[in-house]
């Protein structure tokens, strides 16, 4: 179908911007960007190619309606309105999840309800019968109030996008996949430019800079919900992954470095970046970060350090800041950015005052990221980046 649709890409605070560049640079012209997420015109055509290729959104929703609703009877007509008929199928199971902030109708668990009766009876008299088997296949509808303004979705994307497929281990509070590829795409890195990350844990942001470096598409090794939507033919499934798979880059070197002083946390980000497609693209090792030096002069780190909530914790972390400190500070042509929950950082981290901090959220934790800018490499000088890590 190439009728036209709205898309609306969810995003985690902070990260609009960066959603609404990479819609644009799928080639969507009509984007808007507001709080927590970035709206486009599309086509049923353009669903699995948008699931497939975006990065750092959290989910990829069909919007289905938008309207004021102060009082339940005004959000089952107006629920009732909206032709859930062209996307629903007679047999299709449908759930309902709601959310309500600053609004006159404060009860999710009710507005979910009264929203899930009211799409049941428009699909009842739609299809002429009086029940609904509910056995094909699942319409998740996402009901969103703000301010007494109701957002009807459905969610195109089923589990969310972060879930890419190759992750099977990620140890304690693991950082997000697209959190993991915002931060590489907020930094300097570009695939010629040497990266490392000295506490990698489970591989995350080297997994994800490799696959940017690759062009590989984020979403190609995964399922989603609308694959069993009639509305969208499975040849449109099919040619959206053969072009996906026909765009990867694997010409050239990647120069991507992992470090730990967990060996469990380096075998598996080795056997995560394997089912990545990019385990030759990495380098992982065990090392203590108090251990790790640079040999080079140029370079990109990024890194989720650990933060210990217990006061036994803090010495601990202390001494990665003073190691930190060590490995970078004759190294003023790189570029080091630092995602972390512990706001008393950039205290303890001497090299300077960071050029740029960004709030962010990794699930629900707050985080900053700060972002300090190394000199730029001379520009008629290619730097053969090779980074050492020795006792």
Known sequence: MTSPITLIATATFGLEMLIKQEVKALGFADV????AQVAFGATWEDVPRANLWLRCADRLLLLMGTFTAVSFDELFERTKAIPWETVIAADGRFTVNAKTVKSTLQSARSCQAI????????????YGVTWLSETGAEFTIQV????DVAQLMLDTSGVGLHKRGYRAEAGEAPLKETLA???????????????????????TILIEAAMIGRNIAPGLRRRFAAEGWPTI??????????????AQDHNGRLQLFG??????AIAIACGNAQKAGVGTDIQFAQKD??????????????????YGQRLSHFQEMNNIYIALNKMLRKKRGWSVYVLTADKKFPDYFKRAHPDRVRKLYNGRVEVNYYQYHGEKPEADKTVESVARAVV
Not at 144 to 147: D, Y
Not at 181 to 203: T, Y
């Open 32 to 35: 808007q960007a507001t709080d």
């Open 115 to 126: 929203v899930k009766k009211a799409v049941a009876e428009r699909l009842k008299a739609s």
């Open 144 to 147: 969103s109030l703000l301010k």
């Open 181 to 203: 590829a915002a931060l590489v795409q907020l930094s300097f890195w570009r695939k010629d430019r040497l990266l490392i990350d000295p506490m990698c844990g489970s591989g």
């Open 233 to 246: 033919a499975p040849a449109a499934w099919q040619r959206a992954r053969q072009e996906a798979a026909a």
């Open 259 to 264: 470090y730990d002083i967990d060996s469990d």
């Open 289 to 306: 970060v108090k251990e790790l030096w640079l040999d080079q002069q140029y370079g990109i780190l990024i890194t989720n350090p650990p």
